[in-house]
DNA sequence: TTGTAGGCGTTATCAC
DNA sequence: GTGATAACGCCTACAA
């Protein structure tokens, strides 16, 4: 029983050849039912598994999706991976997921591995800091799926998707304003990375629209790390004219702020409006209930295995970079509202 | 630039035979430094790639490692799996994930196409439905290791992670003894997890210990999603006598359950006595910040990855069921302390 | 220290 | 319809 059993037992066992046997668990035309059966029959009592690895060598693909992401531990990303994982393994495909922890060497040597583990596509989020491509180069030149989700750069051949974050900053901002805001500061991520600086453009966009000129010092980058906190809070504090709106582009790290500026007697909607980013189950929990862009992150998952499933079926012509843009939402609650 | 070249196109640009130059690739001893220096350098030039799919065929291994869990998009889970990868990533493995979404026929596909991928172990945690293990079997019985996770279930010779969730619900149970309560409710998780029917079990020897009675109502089971609230706030206005005391079996439930009550009017810490289990982001955030129990996830799945790893290198002996408690700590905040 | 050759388990191209 | 047989690319005794 432990044995691990070969088509050439079960032709053996069946006085056929390997290549009928073959043939047969492929239910492939030209075998007769009969044999078929035969051979279907066999294979399960002797407990027959097919071997990937010979598969894979024989027809060099692996049926198996690479993913890189900047961190497996985030709430917004794992709803993508959920959502990938769920669509590509429907249509029988595994995943391998890597985390390139922010950095861009990991991120090369992921995507390196990858290569090497034969993925039949690679699934793309990108690390703060990368700044050359070279290392999906490999893919691209031997035309392997290449997709990039969220934090997303524009390579010839290689399919995006995202959301449009100067819009949803833009809309954010905008909601403040219409809230009777004067004086905003906008709390960023790294804005070396697209989602950050375009949520930035649409903050300056929006204050634009209003004749509201914007000054340095509306913006502040931070990590988004909960260690951030006091330093955003005495920036607050130590400008000349009152803030009384703020962006922040992440519901987490907002909430943190929430919870800070409450205990500098700050109050909120009252004194200073706050809008966060993504929608996470803390939005709606945190008191008050925090106003947000809904980030839909398992429909982005789903999105990117719908695409890279019908790049490798082939039933999607490789478009010159075809770019999916998801829909996003303005969700108005208490911190932002009387 | 696009033919990928392989160890005989190696071999023949360097008149030594494949062999040779598989024995270099592989820092193999017996070949001299100086062979190998020409090999490594001629493989740069000319960009040559190991073919992992013949690597795997010949030596039977994959380098890869498969994750069964319940959901991919839970804070819990996704820092196990942070810390999975990281450890394994470290030791050279690749990291195959797919979701149970948690049933049991799910389950069972996703270990027999992980077993038909190859994957060198497995690490699981369980479904909620899950009631039979047959479908490990394969791996028992071909000895490939297998370790299970926080829901765990005991098989022969294989390992499993946990933390003493009985121990913990037994000290949180206390906790709001200590502080006063006389009445409490424990909002359960389904009991056919092991995680949630040992928390209960603590909870009942808090009871127990302090002289208290455990009644079935003293216990309500739901399934911890956000539409179980109104279920469970129309339990609690419903007892005669009045419930003081909550234990919830997960933060983000809790902090659900604290936004309904407040809404009703319950005053926390003082009508109601709130604590939780995970210690999740949301605890720390929520009005009045929640008492809970710390569940090291990232920590879970660090200790998973070099547990298999050292099983894979054979480093550690198969010690019949190895089984390792992760340590556990009460966080007393403003929900159950005035 | 290096070369030779068989094996890993399939798939696929020919024949018959 | 089915049977040979050659790939697929690497590893590894066994020889030399």
Redesign the interface.
């Known amino acids: 029983?432990?044995k691990?059993i070969t088509i050439y037992d079960l032709a053996k066992a069946l006085g056929v050849s390997a290549g009928t046997v073959s043939r047969s668990l492929n239910n492939h035309r030209s075998i007769s039912d009969k044999t078929k059966q035969r051979v279907i029959a066999k294979a399960n009592e002797l407990g027959y598994?097919?071997?990937?690895?010979?598969v894979?060598?024989s027809t060099?693909k692996?049926n198996?999706i690479g993913v890189i992401v900047p961190?497996?531990?985030?709430?917004f990303?794992?709803?993508v991976?959920?959502g990938i994982?769920?669509t590509v393994?429907e249509a029988g495909y595994?995943?391998?997921?890597?985390?390139s922890?922010e950095m861009m060497e990991k991120e090369k040597l992921n995507a390196k591995?990858?290569?090497?583990?034969?993925v039949d596509a690679l699934l793309v989020s990108l690390a703060y800091d990368t700044n050359d491509f070279d290392h999906f180069a490999?893919y691209i030149?031997?035309n392997i799926p290449l997709i990039f989700l969220d934090r997303v750069h524009n390579l010839p051949n290689c399919s995006t998707i995202i959301i449009n974050n100067k819009q949803a900053g833009f809309e954010a901002t905008e909601h403040l304003i219409e809230q009777g805001c004067k004086n905003l500061l906008c709390i960023s991520g790294n804005l070396k990375r697209n989602v950050y600086s375009e949520r930035l453009m649409g903050f300056k966009e929006a204050l634009a629209k209003h004749q509201m000129k914007f000054k340095k010092s509306n913006c502040l980058e931070t990590e988004l790390d909960p260690n951030d906190v006091p330093k955003v809070i005495n920036y607050i504090k130590n400008q000349k004219q009152a803030i009384d709106g703020l962006f922040v582009a992440s519901d987490?790290f907002a909430?943190?702020c929430?919870?800070a500026l409450k205990k500098e007697h700050f109050r909120i909607p009252e004194d200073i409006k706050i809008i966060g980013f993504n929608n996470d189950?803390?939005s709606?929990?945190?008191?008050p209930p925090l106003s947000t862009i809904n980030y839909p992150?398992?429909e982005m998952g789903v999105l990117a295995g719908q695409s890279v499933i019908s790049q490798l079926n082939g039933s999607l012509d490789l478009q010159p970079a075809n770019s999916i843009t998801l829909r996003h939402q303005l969700i108005i609650r208490e911190s932002t509202h009387i």
């Not at 598994?49 to 010979?54: D, L, Y």
């Not at 961190?71 to 709430?75: C, F, G, Q, R, T």
């Open positions: 029983m432990d691990k598994q097919t071997n990937k690895f010979a894979n060598l060099q692996s198996t961190k497996l531990n985030s709430i990303m794992s709803d991976l959920a994982e769920k393994n595994n995943l391998i997921i890597s985390q922890l591995t990858l290569y090497n583990s034969g490999y030149r031997h987490t909430a943190h929430i919870k189950p803390i709606e929990l945190v008191t992150g398992y």
